[in-house]
């Protein structure tokens, strides 16, 4: 399939490409041109002068754990394990158990995409996910070697930190844990403790980091390693998050995760502004709307090693794109202050997934098969079942949960 975008602005590494023409083939980005191309195309959308970002990556989430509201009675919690234990014994929890890790994994999958996301790093053992990879719209990144935590009292995840940072090694793998999750003594050495397991070095990615002293930024720059930040899940539970501005002035490769909703943000939009906020307050500063940004695009692809394909508007690449109106001339600031209404069209692997009800002529040319929604008092077209999807639930359940992170109206 070929189809092309004209009279939008592309945010491209090389900086916004304005009057672009991005022109699509066999789901890669084929040319990223200034003006508009002459030749005949059977397919091509005038965006009318709107932003164009490659579709955002979120870093840190847990798609089994797509169920509201928040759990923490106890908060705040001096580690993550006292926490889990009051989400495992909670009322919400055994709601949750009703539904299918199918439907978990749909709900947590449309949360994504309807805020631009089109690839998710969902953090668990693999085979929990695998039934689902080729189903759900947005891209499961499952190329990775995991822990859960480092520290005795760590889910059973994987072989241990030492095989598993062999195995990424090995394969060229992205090795994913959480880690300093608290503020307990384990926690506090846990970066030490990764070191002596021969598992802190370039192919280390490490989730949310609450307890890095100077010494652990230190070590994990060194190492070339790269960092997770999901401040709205850390406020929540622990309140407090990692030195964030510390982390970021040695150099490590920092992404955002919005983590589980049990925790965390609604969505990648949210976290953004979460993040933000966060920064102005605790530094009495402005973090970087570029760099924000980064954090949902270069920096993640980087980390999770999938950047030759993913992560920017490059020719050769695969054709994720996200779509937003905005306001803002700027295109950072736009991203920035987005939410689901911004939300215009989002493309994985060059096919539509997810855009206004007025792009359905062009979700109907791809053959792309979905239902009509109404999300933020706007219609829209959403590829599957979602409908179908709410209406299982509120079957499995007996009666209608309202899950604000998929405000289907
Ligand atoms: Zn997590």
Redesign the pocket.
């Given at each position: 399939m070929e189809w092309e975008i004209i009279n939008a602005n592309a945010v491209t590494p090389s900086g916004v490409v304005q009057d672009a023409s991005i022109r699509i083939k066999g789901g890669r980005i084929q040319s990223i041109r200034k003006g508009k191309s002459t030749d005949s195309i059977p397919i091509r959308i005038n965006l009318g002068g709107l932003f164009v970002y490659p579709g955002l990556i979120n870093a840190?989430d847990?798609l089994l754990g797509s169920y509201l509201p928040k759990v923490g009675t106890n908060r705040p919690y001096t580690n993550w394990l006292p926490w889990d234990n009051d989400l495992k014994s909670s009322v919400i929890f055994a709601e949750r158990q009703q539904l299918e890790p199918e439907q978990l994994y749909f709900l947590g999958s449309y949360k994504n995409l309807i805020s631009g996301v089109t690839s998710v790093l969902d953090?668990v053992p693999h085979f929990v996910q695998e039934p689902f990879l080729d189903r759900v719209p947005v891209r499961i990144l499952n190329r990775y070697s995991l822990s859960h935590s480092i520290c005795s009292y760590s889910l059973g995840w994987g072989e241990g930190p030492t095989q598993e940072y062999e195995k990424a090694k090995r394969e060229n793998l992205p090795y994913v844990t959480?880690i300093a999750e608290g503020f307990d003594e384990e926690s506090e050495n846990a970066v030490r403790t990764l070191q002596s397991l021969g598992a802190l070095g370039e192919h280390t990615v490490l989730?949310h980091g609450l307890a890095f002293d100077e010494e652990d930024i230190r070590s994990v720059a060194k190492a070339k390693a790269h960092f997770v930040w999901?401040p709205e899940?850390n406020l929540f539970t622990f309140g407090k998050t990692a030195e964030i501005r510390a982390i970021l002035e040695s150099g490590i490769n920092v992404s955002l995760g919005t983590?589980?909703p049990f925790s965390g943000s609604l969505n990648l939009l949210q976290e953004i502004k979460n993040a933000r906020s966060f920064f102005r307050d605790e530094y009495g500063e402005d973090l970087d709307p570029k760099t924000i940004f980064q954090m949902v695009t270069s920096h993640p692809a980087k980390a999770l090693r999938v950047s030759e394909n993913l992560g920017s508007l490059e020719e050769g690449k695969i054709a994720d794109l996200t779509v937003l109106s905005s306001d803002k001339t700027d295109a950072y600031e736009a991203l920035c202050s987005a939410d689901l209404g911004s939300v215009r069209l989002v493309v994985k692997e060059g096919v539509p997934q997810y855009g206004d009800l007025a792009l359905k002529e062009f979700f109907d040319e791809t053959g792309v098969i979905g239902r009509e929604i109404r999300i933020s008092e706007t219609d829209k077209y959403l590829a599957g079942d979602p409908l179908g999807l709410v209406e299982s639930v509120t079957r499995a359940l007996g009666y209608k949960k309202d899950l604000a992170f998929f405000p289907v109206g």
């Open positions: 840190h847990h953090h959480h989730v999901c899940s983590d589980s």
